[in-house]
C-alpha cells in the first residue's frame, strides 16, 4: 500500500503561503520525510468565478508546479489529480510528461481525466462532447510517441506524420498512465489504454456535478474493481500488474480533532483486500502550517505503523 495526496489548495481565495515557492518547496519535503510515495496538483487553467463562488478552489498549473517540487525532492513521485486530457494537445503533454520523468529520475506518473467544467471546455476552445474521444485519441498518441520515433498518426482530432520527440522518459517503456473516473467507460479505457484507475468518492450529488458515476462505499469500489479485472481479461491485459487508487472511507479527518489513526488503518486493510494498491490522502489546507503538520502526523501515526 502506497499513499499520495493532492496538494492541499482547496478553496478560493487560498492561504497565500500555499502558492509561494516556499510553500510548494516546503510541503514536499515535509511529505517525502512523512514517507509519502506520491503527490500531484489539480488542473484547473481557466474555471469560471460561478465554480469558485460554488466551492471551487484556485490552482496552479500542475506541470510547472511538479516540476518545482521535484527538484526539491529525491525519492517522491509526482502524479497529478487529474490532467484534463482534452484540455491540451496530446503531443504537448507528451513533450511535458517526458521532460518531468527525465528531469525527476522517473517519478513521474501521467494521471488523466476527460474533464466536467463546461465553463473552462469553452474559454479553451474545446468541444465539451468531444472530450471522451478527445481522451482515447490522445491516450493513443501519447504512448506513441513515448515509446517510438518517426510517428505518424491519422485521427479524427489529431494528424501527424514522422514524428520523432527526443529526449524520451526515462521510465521504461513509458510513464505510467492512470485513468480518472468512476464509470464503466473509464475502466475500459484503463483496460484498453491505462496502467492504472483512479477513481473518487462521490455520492450522489458530486457524481452529478462531476458528470461522474456515483461510487460512496467499499461495496460498490468493489463492484467496480470487478469490473475492471473482467475488461482486462477480455483485453488480455495482466489485472495484477494494473493501480487502483482510492481514498479510505474511514477515519475521520487527517488534520482535524475526528481523525483517528486506528480506525484509519483498519480502513487500509479493507482497501487492501479489494485491491487498492495507492491511498489518496486529503490533506487539509487552511494553512501552509495546518498541512505540514498533518502530513507530519500521517507520518508518524499511519505510515510508520501500517
Not at 91 to 96: E, L, M, N, Q, T
Request: charged share 20%; hydrophobic share 45%; net charge negative.
Amino acid at each position: 500500500m502506497r499513499f499520495a495526496f493532492t496538494y492541499p489548495i482547496i478553496s478560493h481565495p487560498c492561504d497565500p503561503e500555499l502558492v509561494s515557492p516556499h510553500g510548494v518547496a516546503t510541503i514536499a519535503r515535509a511529505a517525502e520525510a512523512a514517507g509519502f510515495d506520491g503527490m500531484g496538483f489539480t488542473d484547473h487553467p481557466a474555471p469560471t468565478q460561478r465554480w469558485l463562488d460554488a466551492g471551487g478552489h484556485d490552482s496552479l498549473d500542475p506541470f510547472v508546479a511538479m516540476g518545482f517540487a521535484a527538484a526539491q525532492t529525491q525519492t517522491i513521485r509526482f502524479i497529478p489529480n487529474v490532467v484534463v486530457l482534452p484540455y491540451r494537445n496530446p503531443f504537448v503533454v507528451a513533450k511535458s510528461g517526458a521532460t518531468l520523468d527525465l528531469l525527476s529520475g522517473g517519478r513521474f506518473t501521467l494521471a488523466v481525466g476527460v474533464g466536467y467544467l463546461k465553463g473552462e471546455f469553452a474559454a479553451l476552445g474545446v468541444d465539451f462532447e468531444e472530450r471522451a474521444a478527445l481522451v482515447e485519441e490522445s491516450l493513443d498518441v501519447i504512448r506513441a510517441i513515448w515509446s517510438g520515433d518517426d510517428v505518424s498518426f491519422e485521427g479524427r482530432h489529431f494528424r501527424a506524420r514522422g514524428i520523432t520527440a527526443h529526449p524520451r522518459p526515462v521510465t521504461e517503456p513509458h510513464p505510467p498512465i492512470w485513468i480518472g473516473g468512476n464509470t464503466g467507460r473509464a475502466r475500459q479505457r484503463v483496460a484498453t489504454r491505462g496502467d492504472g484507475w483512479a477513481p473518487f468518492p462521490a455520492p450522489a450529488g458530486l457524481a452529478s456535478t462531476a458528470r461522474t458515476a456515483e461510487l460512496s462505499s467499499l461495496e460498490a469500489l468493489g463492484a467496480g474493481i470487478a469490473d475492471l479485472k473482467r475488461r482486462c481479461d477480455d483485453a488480455q491485459r495482466d489485472f495484477s500488474a494494473v493501480d487502483i487508487c482510492f481514498s479510505n472511507l474511514v477515519g475521520g479527518r487527517l488534520g482535524y480533532d475526528d481523525f483517528d489513526a486506528g480506525a484509519y488503518l483498519d480502513g487500509l486493510g479493507r482497501l487492501a483486500d479489494l485491491g487498492v494498491t495507492w491511498v489518496q490522502v486529503a490533506v487539509p489546507g487552511d494553512s501552509l502550517a495546518q498541512a505540514v503538520d498533518a502530513i507530519g502526523e500521517f507520518g508518524e501515526s499511519v505510515i510508520r505503523k501500517r
